[in-house]
């Protein structure tokens, strides 16, 4: 269904970034080392649950940062790949770029984090370049989506103008190949199983019928979908 209409994004329905931040933020687990994406991802360091540490890393090269410090305390000598402050927590270490991709390369981390401009039903990514619009490469989220360990994806369920991002076949230029396992959008927790996107969770307030006419590929049902609860931010 990737020539599926735009439509309405009942923006009244749907979850903020900070929501959906916050959501993906739960699944991750006491300990894991985790990269966030530049951009809507970096979201994600701000919502750790209490009694829970992830140790974050960015490409640049500083493992176990914190989140960003508030405006007028920033040190611009510490930042992440997408040049935004950061600030350090106890035992935080800083290395060279090279040491930095070959923790990525080395499948040393968990979990990425990223945001998309497309995810396919069999877990392809695209998420750098729409037609002459994006950066000028690739860059490392090309390593990050096949040396993490899981990578999930985090975004609007769709466009700006109502077009579906999650699709049977990506139409933008690939960062990865079937690398993508769980998608956290504004309506919806879904998983690609064997090439399918099988939902796990959705907003209470639309049907099932409804979150399908937003995608732009066949969804699943696999057991019970539980209701996407997320506290107000």
């Known amino acids: 269904m990737s020539d599926a209409p735009m439509i309405d ?19 991750i687990a006491d300990g894991a080392y985790v990269n966030l994406g530049i951009g809507f991802p970096e979201m994600v360091a701000k919502f750790q649950p209490k009694g829970r540490e992830a140790i974050f890393h960015t490409e640049n090269g500083v493992l176990n940062f914190g989140e960003a410090p508030p405006p007028g305390e920033e040190d611009w000598d510490l930042i992440n790949a997408g040049k935004k ?6 035992g935080a270490a800083f290395f060279h770029h090279a040491d930095s991709f070959a923790m990525v390369r080395g499948g ?14 069999n877990g392809d990514l695209a998420n750098w ?6 950066v000028p490469a690739v860059g490392g989220a090309m390593d990050l ?31 990865g190949v ?3 396992t769980r998608v956290y959008t504004s309506h919806a927790v879904i998983d690609i199983v064997n090439g399918k996107f099988v939902v ?10 409804e979150l399908e006419a937003m995608t732009g590929a066949k969804l699943h049902i696999d057991g019970h979908v539980d209701e996407l609860v997320v506290p107000a931010l």
């Open 9 to 27: 994004t009942r923006d009244d329905i749907k979850l903020s970034n900070a929501q959906i931040a916050w959501r993906a933020a739960q699944d």
């Open 85 to 90: 402050a950061i600030t350090l927590k106890p």
């Open 108 to 121: 040393h981390l968990d979990v990425a984090i990223l945001g998309a401009y497309q995810v396919a039903e």
């Open 129 to 134: 370049r729409v037609g002459s619009k994006g």
């Open 145 to 175: 989506v096949h040396g993490a360990k899981q990578v999930v994806v985090i975004t609007e369920h769709v466009t700006k103008d109502g077009k579906p991002k999650l699709v049977e076949h990506c139409t933008f230029p690939l960062t």
């Open 178 to 180: 079937g690398c993508i």
């Open 200 to 209: 796990r969770e959705k907003l209470a307030a639309i049907t099932m019928e």
